[in-house]
């Protein structure tokens, strides 16, 4: 069980289950390549994951994510971050 101060690694499918669970959706039904906005995902929300994944010790900004709103290519920016 993780520990509040432990961080969770960042990787596709922790991306996935993270906009699933802001959307009330389970991670399955969120696919790659979808634009993440069309699913519901709005700024307070895209907000919600950059505050999260910067606990986490990753350096996004919003900006970078609202530019390309999808799973896969939200991987394809951060997994070098990690």
């Known amino acids: 069980?993780?520990?509040?101060?432990?961080?969770v690694p960042l990787t596709l499918e922790r991306i996935r289950a993270d906009v699933a669970d802001l959307l009330g959706e389970e991670p399955a039904d969120v696919p790659d390549d979808e634009n993440l906005a069309d699913l519901g995902l709005d700024s307070v929300r895209l907000m919600s994951l950059v505050e999260s994944w910067r606990r986490d010790?990753?350096?996004?900004?919003?900006?970078?994510l609202a530019e390309r709103p999808g799973v896969l290519a939200w991987w394809e920016l951060l997994r070098e971050r990690t």
């Open 57 to 64: 010790g990753i350096t996004v900004s919003f900006a970078e």
């Open 1 to 7: 069980m993780k520990r509040k101060d432990e961080a």
